[in-house]
Nanobody
Framework: QVQFVESGGGLVQPGGSLRLPCAAS????????MAWYRQAPGKQRELVAD???????NYADSVKGRFTISRANAKNTVYLQMNSLKPEDTAVYSC????????????WGPGTQVTVSS
């Protein structure tokens, strides 16, 4: 079964940047659309950004112009570049491969914590 491992989180000041990599292991296919999600305390998990195999991207309104999703198919890795971070971006960030019906292909891992605070 495919699994994803996220890393790169940490504590950053408002206005700062972080880059989150997500590495796939197991029977991963580069045809999968990949996505980053986040879940803040007391809130539901939300889609942050997704990217097709061909590189077409989609972003939540709250991160447009600040976050960039990219992928390196040869490395089975997806990245989330986060700039101009705000306190409201604080959350656990996870990646997965969504199907057309919005279910995901892999079990959720622990994700990586991003905390934006001065």
């Amino acid at each position: 079964q495919v699994q994803f491992v996220e890393s790169g989180g940490g504590l950053v000041q408002p206005g700062g940047s972080l880059r989150l990599p997500c590495a796939a292991s197991g029977p991963f296919s580069s045809i999968y659309t990949m996505a980053w999600y986040r879940q803040a305390p007391g809130k539901q998990r939300e889609l942050v950004a997704d990217i097709t195999r061909g590189g077409s991207t989609n972003y939540a309104d709250s991160v447009k112009g600040r976050f960039t999703i990219s992928r390196a198919n040869a490395k089975n890795t997806v990245y989330l570049q986060m700039n101009s971070l705000k306190p409201e971006d604080t959350a656990v960030y996870s990646c997965n491969a969504p199907r057309l019906d919005k279910t995901v292909r892999a079990p959720w891992g622990p994700g990586t914590q991003v905390t934006v605070s001065s």
